[in-house]
């Protein structure tokens, strides 16, 4: 069976603890979120501001969606 890579965490548990980042969203995009929801309560959360934040956060959730996708194709595959 292969071995897999897990992407390393870019914050610790008690930095997402003191942002106040719910539990739901403590994965490994939530580096990202802290900026993002900065951004948004300093503008109010108006839709058209924190564009390239917002971008950057779905990006990473995309590319974190894709990343696990292939390691379950992986796993299915290996077990057949």
Known sequence: MAEY????M???AEDMAS???PL???DYCAHMLVPLNKCRHRTMYLP???EEERHSY???QY???MRRAKMLT???AAND
């Open 5 to 8: 890579e897990e992407p390393e």
């Open 10 to 12: 870019k914050i610790s």
């Open 19 to 21: 942002a106040r980042i």
């Open 24 to 26: 739901r969203y403590r």
């Open 48 to 50: 058209w501001k924190c």
């Open 58 to 60: 779905e990006k990473c």
């Open 63 to 65: 590319e974190d969606f």
């Open 74 to 76: 992986q796993i299915k």
